[in-house]
T-cell receptor, first 115, second 113 residues
């Protein structure tokens, strides 16, 4: 079975500092990995994905994530945090050759960027 | 704008009543998903359509839940005899394939009193 762990419920960072939101996954096969962001009273917005190729993927709003197969991790990063980055972040996974299986999401990490 | 609209945005109903939610993709995407999200949790898969065919249903989808996607365009999710445990945000998402990201609508927040 697929699963995603986001070990931190809350991450606090000062504006201008680098941020990291952690994600580890478990799948039986090669993963497709995704990060989404959710602002209050809104649906999830896609940030970036890893399908294949370069382990470092770049996405929207200056975010990037690094796929690490040996550590089964896909941490989200940004070099310089903005107050507007404060939101709920979700990591998700599905198996690449699984046909129709849906995304499996982590519980989410609340990011708070303090001015 | 993700290209997915959901109606209503909020629904308050009394326990035992039936409710129906609608998801309208703006453009044609062959894959449509329904998820449920409760407070403090990530979205949980409910059901999936490829065109008009419902191909997969989660064990979360009890007999009180039914979903349709006539003509492979919009979709409806109906909950019969609602229970307080059904209170959640119901999200609709679309995609064009397994390696492609899913685009989510704003959700319908259901409150069962």
């Amino acid at each position: 079975a697929q699963s995603v762990a986001q070990p931190e419920d809350q991450v606090n960072v000062a504006e201008g500092n680098p941020l990291t939101v952690k994600c580890t996954y478990s799948v039986s096969g090669n993963p497709y990995l995704f990060w989404y962001v959710q602002y209050p009273n809104r649906g999830l917005q896609f940030l970036l994905k890893y399908i294949t190729g370069d382990n470092l993927v770049k996405g929207s709003y200056g975010f990037e994530a690094e796929f690490n197969k040996s550590q089964t991790s896909f941490h989200l990063k940004k070099p310089s945090a903005l107050v507007s980055d404060s939101a709920l972040y979700f990591c998700a996974v599905r198996v690449s050759n699984s046909g129709n299986t849906p995304l499996v999401f982590g519980k989410g990490t609340r990011l708070s960027v303090i001015a | 704008d993700t290209g997915v609209s959901q109606n209503p945005r909020h629904k308050i109903t009394k326990r035992g009543q039936n409710v129906t939610f609608r998801c309208d993709p703006i453009s044609e995407h062959n894959r449509l998903y329904w998820y449920r999200q409760t407070l403090g949790q990530g979205p949980e898969f409910l059901t999936y359509f490829q065109n008009e065919a419902q191909l997969e249903k989660s064990r979360l989808l009890s007999d009180r839940f039914s979903a349709e996607r006539p003509k492979g365009s919009f979709s409806t999710l109906e909950i019969q005899r609602t229970e307080q445990g059904d209170s959640a945000m119901y999200l609709c998402a679309i995609s064009t394939g397994p390696s492609y990201e899913q685009y989510f609508g704003p959700g319908t927040r259901l409150t069962v009193t």
